[in-house]
């Protein structure tokens, strides 16, 4: 088994300096699993980062959005049996996330998992016992920032649609829905109900766009609109010119001596956002009444 974690990024080299060497720190220590970080954009911060600290990085020269970002990776390293692509701010708290999506995906014969935040679930409509007792729960709407893929399962329903680099983001639940679609897969989101903790560490980050979306399910109109259409395959597609690394070799990566400062950093900043939010919250809710 040969697989690729890829980190997707578009301006947040701090996320890259923190929750990102727990990812390659993975990777060094186990030989099936190769690291990438694939920029959205050319953020010279994160690009001169990722190239002194010898951590390959795919960059473009444009903002398109993450579902481009990762149609670039998929483009590129083509001879991977799984693939994983994970938010930035995501935190790695146990590896054996990875291992536990291929082996679960297996048993229930399907090409794609997603994992996200338990309040990310919409529509519930199923749940399945694995043999080793881990639940999966099917729901028909959800998040995007853990997904995991077959080459098998990307090779039939194509790459993420070329309509949201526009809006730079969007189009993973239309992307979902193609497994369906293709008769795949019997719903588009299976989550790992035992990993929604404890595995990975979620953060709730300000979005780069400010599109009205659906406040349910977080889907802009395009969206659904696509989703009706029920596409099997769509093109595996790039648009931006993007440069990639000759080798996916970590053996010289290392992590950096103001790491634990990073993180700090990035906690205050996360902390700050939490309290921000709460205080809006609390604003808004003092002046509804």
Known sequence: MKALICI???????????????YVAFCQSNPRYDFVVSLDGDDSQTITFCHKHKIPIVYADSREGVGLSKNRILATFRDYEHYFFIEDDV???????????????????????SLFPEDRIGDKTYEITLKDGQRVICCMFG????????????????????????????????????????????????????????????????SVTKIKVDTI????????????????????????????????DLSQAKRPLLSGIYRMIFETNIAALFAYRLIKKMWSRNNVR
């Open 143 to 206: 998040g995007a920032p853990f997904n995991y893929f077959t080459k098998s399962g990307i090779d039939t329903v194509g790459g993420f649609h070329t309509c949201f680099a526009k809006y730079r983001r969007f189009g993973h639940t239309e992307h979902s829905y193609r497994f369906v679609n293709a008769g795949l897969a019997d719903y588009p989101f299976y989550v790992l109900n035992d990993c929604l903790h404890g595995y990975l560490r979620w953060s709730d980050p300000v």
């Open 91 to 113: 935190g790695l708290l146990d590896a054996a996330v990875f291992d536990l999506h291929v082996k679960a995906a297996d048993e229930l014969n399907v090409p794609h998992m």
């Open 8 to 22: 997707t990024t578009a301006n947040r080299s701090l996320a890259i300096k923190t929750f990102g060497w727990d």
């Open 217 to 248: 399910n977080r889907l802009f109109v395009e969206e659904h609109e696509l989703i009706a259409q029920k596409l099997v395959y769509f093109p595996l597609t790039t648009l931006a010119p993007f440069h990639a690394p000759d080798s996916l």
